[in-house]
């Protein structure tokens, strides 16, 4: 069984602060797909990693995928509260079909 | 607005009862995918289909059931409710059934008193 450990659970900053969160697992994936959930919506999908060592940047958001395949991280810089949400990190298996998702990070702005 | 379609949003049961919950894909994808999120649990895929056939098999119990009927919308059949089944059930859909991005419906919300 594929699992991810995502770390921080909750944080809570203040507007203008930078952040990381991690997204861990001793299993490999064949992508790692990060989204961001409100509250009464469904996960929107932010970005889609696929190469070990690839980084990929989305305005003040960092995704890296780990050389291994194994982990990710995403980096948040000058967090606005536009940012608060639940960010989830998502591994797919071999096949492409069957995504394992993280715990989540509960991420709060304060202006 | 992701373009996949559930209902109803919110359901209200007692256990014992069976209800079934709709998803409607995006235009164009043939493959669905349904996940369940609870507080204690996140978000855990429970199976997936793929031009009407089952494709593959998550974390579903015996009690539920799935389908995906020829104009490609899906139906999550969740029967002999128990107080633990109240969760939000997410659809998804994709394009094809490997390596594509999943998109989200807004999910159902199953309470059962």
């Known amino acids: 069984t594929q699992l991810l450990e995502q770390s921080p659970q909750f944080l809570s900053i203040q507007e203008g602060e930078n952040l990381t969160v991690y997204c861990n697992s001793s299993?490999?994936?064949?992508?790692l797909q990060w989204y961001r959930q409100e509250p009464g919506e469904g996960p929107v999908l932010l970005v889609t990693?696929?190469?070990?060592?690839e980084v990929k940047k989305l305005k003040r958001l960092t995704f890296q995928f780990g050389d291994a395949r194994k982990d990710s991280s995403l980096h948040i810089t000058a967090a606005q509260p536009g940012d608060t949400g639940l960010y989830l990190c998502?591994?797919?298996?071999?096949?492409?079909?069957?995504?394992?998702f993280g715990g989540g990070t509960r991420l709060m702005v304060k202006p | 607005d992701s373009g996949v379609t559930q209902t109803p949003k919110h359901l209200i049961t007692a256990t014992g009862q069976r209800v079934t919950l709709r998803c409607s894909p995006r235009?164009?994808?043939?493959?669905v995918y349904w996940y369940q999120q609870s507080l204690d649990q996140g978000l855990q895929f429970l199976i997936q289909?793929?031009?009407?056939?089952?494709?593959a098999k998550g974390n579903i119990l015996e009690r539920f059931s799935a389908q995906q009927f020829p104009d490609l919308h899906s139906e999550l059949n969740l029967s002999s409710l128990e107080l633990g089944d109240s969760a939000l059930y997410f659809c998804?859909?994709?394009?094809?059934?490997?390596?594509?991005?999943?998109?989200f419906g807004d999910g159902t919300r199953l309470s059962i008193l």
């Open positions: 998804a859909s994709s394009v094809t059934g490997r390596g594509q991005p999943q998109h």
């Open positions: 299993s490999v994936f064949s992508s």
């Open positions: 990693v696929v190469t070990g060592g």
């Open positions: 998502a591994g797919a298996n071999n096949a492409g079909n069957m995504l394992t």
């Open positions: 235009s164009g994808d043939l493959s």
């Open positions: 289909y793929y031009n009407g056939e089952e494709r």
